[in-house]
Protein backbone atom coordinates (compact mmCIF):
# COMPACT_ATOMS: atom_id res chain seq x y z
CA UNK A 1 0.00 0.00 0.00
CA UNK A 2 1.34 3.13 -1.25
CA UNK A 3 1.16 6.08 1.24
CA UNK A 4 -1.58 8.12 -0.86
CA UNK A 5 -3.79 4.96 -0.63
CA UNK A 6 -3.07 5.21 3.24
CA UNK A 7 -4.23 9.03 2.75
CA UNK A 8 -7.54 7.44 0.68
CA UNK A 9 -8.31 4.85 3.42
CA UNK A 10 -7.60 7.38 6.30
CA UNK A 11 -10.24 9.64 4.48
CA UNK A 12 -12.88 6.82 3.56
CA UNK A 13 -12.91 5.65 7.26
CA UNK A 14 -13.52 9.48 8.85
CA UNK A 15 -16.18 9.79 6.43
CA UNK A 16 -18.12 6.87 6.66
CA UNK A 17 -17.79 8.12 10.01
CA UNK A 18 -19.26 11.73 9.95
CA UNK A 19 -15.69 13.24 10.97
CA UNK A 20 -14.04 16.37 9.72
CA UNK A 21 -11.67 16.35 6.48
CA UNK A 22 -8.19 16.52 7.50
CA UNK A 23 -5.25 17.62 5.29
CA UNK A 24 -2.65 15.09 4.43
CA UNK A 25 -0.08 17.45 6.53
CA UNK A 26 -2.13 16.88 9.60
CA UNK A 27 -2.48 13.14 8.46
CA UNK A 28 0.91 12.93 8.91
CA UNK A 29 1.10 14.29 12.23
CA UNK A 30 -1.36 11.30 13.37
CA UNK A 31 0.46 8.94 11.66
CA UNK A 32 3.74 9.63 12.65
CA UNK A 33 2.47 9.49 15.98
CA UNK A 34 0.51 6.19 15.79
CA UNK A 35 3.39 4.20 14.18
CA UNK A 36 5.71 5.13 17.46
CA UNK A 37 2.72 3.73 19.28
CA UNK A 38 3.22 0.74 17.31
CA UNK A 39 6.87 0.53 17.14
CA UNK A 40 7.04 0.82 21.07
CA UNK A 41 4.47 -1.61 21.51
CA UNK A 42 6.03 -4.48 19.37
CA UNK A 43 9.52 -3.55 20.21
CA UNK A 44 9.58 -5.88 23.57
CA UNK A 45 7.98 -8.84 21.39
CA UNK A 46 10.80 -8.71 18.22
CA UNK A 47 13.31 -11.55 20.07
CA UNK A 48 9.76 -13.65 20.56
CA UNK A 49 8.35 -13.63 17.77
CA UNK A 50 9.49 -13.09 13.65
CA UNK A 51 6.40 -11.25 12.55
CA UNK A 52 7.16 -8.45 14.83
CA UNK A 53 10.80 -8.31 13.66
CA UNK A 54 9.03 -7.56 10.28
CA UNK A 55 7.60 -4.21 11.34
CA UNK A 56 11.22 -2.55 11.14
CA UNK A 57 12.65 -2.30 8.35
CA UNK A 58 15.11 0.46 9.56
CA UNK A 59 17.43 -1.72 11.28
CA UNK A 60 21.04 -0.12 11.18
CA UNK A 61 24.10 -3.07 12.06
CA UNK A 62 27.98 -1.39 12.52
CA UNK A 63 31.07 -1.86 13.92
CA UNK A 64 34.41 -0.29 14.49
CA UNK A 65 35.34 -0.30 10.83
CA UNK A 66 31.88 1.07 9.94
CA UNK A 67 32.61 4.53 8.29
CA UNK A 68 29.96 7.72 9.09
CA UNK A 69 30.20 6.97 12.64
CA UNK A 70 31.78 9.04 15.35
CA UNK A 71 33.60 6.22 17.50
CA UNK A 72 36.33 6.96 20.52
CA UNK A 73 37.29 4.98 22.81
CA UNK A 74 34.72 3.34 24.70
CA UNK A 75 31.48 4.56 23.09
CA UNK A 76 29.90 4.90 19.52
CA UNK A 77 27.15 8.14 18.55
CA UNK A 78 24.61 6.40 17.08
CA UNK A 79 22.48 9.14 14.52
CA UNK A 80 18.67 8.85 14.46
CA UNK A 81 18.56 6.40 16.90
CA UNK A 82 15.04 4.79 18.81
CA UNK A 83 15.74 1.42 20.09
CA UNK A 84 19.17 -0.91 20.21
CA UNK A 85 18.13 -4.51 19.86
CA UNK A 86 21.48 -6.10 20.42
CA UNK A 87 25.07 -5.27 21.10
CA UNK A 88 28.41 -7.39 21.41
CA UNK A 89 31.69 -6.20 22.70
CA UNK A 90 34.63 -8.80 21.50
CA UNK A 91 32.05 -10.76 20.18
CA UNK A 92 30.72 -11.20 23.53
CA UNK A 93 27.08 -10.33 23.86
CA UNK A 94 26.16 -7.50 25.90
CA UNK A 95 23.70 -6.48 28.75
CA UNK A 96 22.05 -3.39 27.75
CA UNK A 97 21.54 -1.36 30.97
CA UNK A 98 20.56 2.28 31.88
CA UNK A 99 23.20 4.34 32.44
CA UNK A 100 22.81 4.76 36.11
CA UNK A 101 22.95 0.82 36.29
CA UNK A 102 26.10 0.50 33.97
CA UNK A 103 27.62 3.24 36.59
CA UNK A 104 26.64 1.09 39.57
CA UNK A 105 27.78 -2.05 38.13
CA UNK A 106 31.45 -0.74 37.08
CA UNK A 107 32.45 -0.69 41.18
CA UNK A 108 29.90 -2.90 42.51
CA UNK A 109 31.62 -5.69 44.58
CA UNK A 110 28.90 -8.02 43.86
CA UNK A 111 30.44 -11.32 42.03
CA UNK A 112 26.91 -11.80 40.29
CA UNK A 113 26.69 -8.85 38.59
CA UNK A 114 30.08 -7.06 38.39
CA UNK A 115 31.11 -6.48 34.95
CA UNK A 116 34.18 -8.58 33.52
CA UNK A 117 35.29 -9.12 29.47
CA UNK A 118 33.12 -12.72 29.67
CA UNK A 119 30.19 -10.33 30.95
CA UNK A 120 30.44 -6.83 29.36
CA UNK A 121 27.67 -3.99 29.37
CA UNK A 122 26.57 -0.91 27.84
CA UNK A 123 24.05 1.99 27.80
CA UNK A 124 22.79 4.40 25.78
CA UNK A 125 23.21 7.82 27.18
CA UNK A 126 23.55 11.60 25.98
CA UNK A 127 25.64 13.30 24.76
CA UNK A 128 26.82 17.04 24.19
CA UNK A 129 24.34 18.22 22.07
CA UNK A 130 21.94 15.81 22.42
CA UNK A 131 23.61 13.26 20.42
CA UNK A 132 22.56 9.66 21.37
CA UNK A 133 25.93 7.68 22.52
CA UNK A 134 26.72 4.12 23.34
CA UNK A 135 28.66 3.13 25.89
CA UNK A 136 30.71 0.31 26.57
CA UNK A 137 32.19 -1.21 29.63
CA UNK A 138 33.89 -4.62 30.37
CA UNK A 139 35.81 -3.60 33.48
CA UNK A 140 38.60 -3.01 35.20
CA UNK A 141 39.69 -0.20 32.54
CA UNK A 142 37.22 0.73 30.01
CA UNK A 143 37.54 -0.60 26.29
CA UNK A 144 39.57 1.09 23.68
CA UNK A 145 38.23 0.83 19.98
CA UNK A 146 40.19 3.61 18.66
CA UNK A 147 44.10 1.63 19.99
CA UNK A 148 46.62 2.04 17.87
CA UNK A 149 49.78 -0.20 17.58
CA UNK A 150 51.25 -1.80 19.79
CA UNK A 151 47.92 -2.26 21.06
CA UNK A 152 45.14 -4.18 20.15
CA UNK A 153 41.99 -2.55 19.56
CA UNK A 154 38.36 -3.83 21.30
CA UNK A 155 35.57 -4.40 18.57
CA UNK A 156 31.97 -4.18 19.18
CA UNK A 157 28.73 -4.79 16.69
CA UNK A 158 25.52 -3.14 17.21
CA UNK A 159 22.00 -3.06 15.59
CA UNK A 160 19.63 -0.67 16.42
CA UNK A 161 16.43 0.55 15.01
CA UNK A 162 16.08 3.88 13.58
CA UNK A 163 12.89 6.34 13.52
CA UNK A 164 10.11 5.12 10.85
CA UNK A 165 7.91 8.09 10.05
CA UNK A 166 5.45 8.27 7.24
CA UNK A 167 8.90 9.07 5.51
CA UNK A 168 9.28 5.26 5.57
CA UNK A 169 6.06 4.53 4.78
CA UNK A 170 7.23 1.84 2.58
CA UNK A 171 9.17 -0.20 4.89
CA UNK A 172 5.89 -0.91 7.05
CA UNK A 173 4.71 -4.37 5.90
CA UNK A 174 1.18 -3.97 4.66
CA UNK A 175 -0.16 -5.97 7.08
CA UNK A 176 0.62 -3.65 9.72
CA UNK A 177 0.10 -0.92 7.39
CA UNK A 178 -3.50 -1.45 8.18
CA UNK A 179 -3.25 -1.75 12.07
CA UNK A 180 -1.15 1.95 12.00
CA UNK A 181 -3.87 3.35 10.19
CA UNK A 182 -6.95 2.27 12.09
CA UNK A 183 -5.05 3.57 14.74
CA UNK A 184 -4.72 6.86 13.23
CA UNK A 185 -8.09 7.13 12.59
CA UNK A 186 -9.56 6.05 15.85
CA UNK A 187 -6.91 8.93 17.61
CA UNK A 188 -8.58 11.43 14.80
CA UNK A 189 -12.01 11.05 15.47
CA UNK A 190 -11.85 10.77 19.15
CA UNK A 191 -10.82 13.35 21.89
CA UNK A 192 -8.79 12.71 24.69
CA UNK A 193 -11.51 12.11 27.40
CA UNK A 194 -13.14 9.76 24.49
CA UNK A 195 -13.77 5.92 25.55
CA UNK A 196 -12.55 5.42 21.91
CA UNK A 197 -9.05 6.38 22.53
CA UNK A 198 -8.89 4.04 25.72
CA UNK A 199 -9.77 1.21 23.26
CA UNK A 200 -6.78 2.35 21.03
CA UNK A 201 -4.49 2.11 23.79
CA UNK A 202 -5.90 -0.92 24.64
CA UNK A 203 -5.17 -2.45 21.58
CA UNK A 204 -1.71 -0.69 21.34
CA UNK A 205 -0.58 -3.04 23.88
CA UNK A 206 -1.54 -6.11 22.26
Same mark, same amino acid.
Given at each position: ???????????????????????????????????????????????????? !??? @??????? %???? #??? /?????? $????????????????????????????????? !??? @??????? %???? #??? /?????? $???????????????????????????????????????????????????????????????????????????
Amino acid at each position: MTLTEAYTYVDLLLDKANQPYFLNTEKDIFLNLCIKEFMDSRYALMRVNQDY !SEM @FGNRVSL %NQNS #AGY /TITDNY $VDLPDYYHITTARLNNTLCRIVSDDELSELRFT !SNP @FKQITPD %NPAC #AVT /TGPGQT $VRLFFHHGPTSPDFTAVTPAVPDTFAVRYLIHLTVSDWNDIPEQYQMDVINNTVRKMGANIESSNYDVQVNEAQL
